[in-house]
């Protein structure tokens, strides 16, 4: 892990000084939404497949159901906190509607699920199929930062007088 973490430090260390502590500071906020998300995810998924859920009497069904419900529920506090803490200098300086913003980040979460998938299949093949998801979750957690980063939350230029 240590050599993971002294490449992202080096490649911070390739940007323009202002952006680097600005850059560290706002990744670990995502991070920490995204392990909030991921409580979020496995508390609701097991409320809904042992509780909630529990009159669908096949197993693979309200799985499926079940599933839905704690992406669904997680996506949308990831999208909350991340707009409350991690963009939260952007949206106040350009407010868009929150729907158009939402929509945006489910399109950019969409593409971090299919590249995690992806590369967890295609990893699985040379490595134990755990440790393939670590580090497509990893990988596809980056992308997924850049995607909010440079599309959802972008930063907006001023205009021109």
């Avoid at 002294?6 to 260390?13: D, Y």
């Avoid at 506090?77 to 300086?93: A, G, K, P, V």
């Amino acid at each position: 892990m240590s050599r993971l973490r002294t490449f992202a430090e080096t490649l911070v260390r390739l940007l323009p000084p202002r952006f680097q502590l600005m850059l560290r500071w706002r990744f670990i906020k995502f991070g920490m939404v995204g392990g909030s998300g991921t409580v979020i995810n496995i508390v609701v998924l097991y409320l809904a497949q042992e509780h909630v859920l529990k009159g669908i009497a096949d197993f693979h069904t309200r799985l499926n159901y079940s599933i839905a419900l704690a992406i669904t529920v997680a996506t949308i506090s990831n999208f909350y906190w991340n707009r409350r803490l991690t963009w939260r200098d952007r949206t106040r300086s350009t407010p868009q509607p929150a729907l158009r913003l939402f929509a945006k980040y489910v399109m950019a979460a969409a593409l971090s699920i299919l590249i995690q998938s992806l590369l967890t299949k295609w990893l699985a093949l040379y490595l134990h199929y755990l440790f393939a998801n670590v580090i497509a979750i990893v990988l596809a957690s980056v992308v997924n930062f850049v995607a909010n980063d440079k599309l959802t939350f972008r930063r907006h230029r001023k205009a021109a007088p």
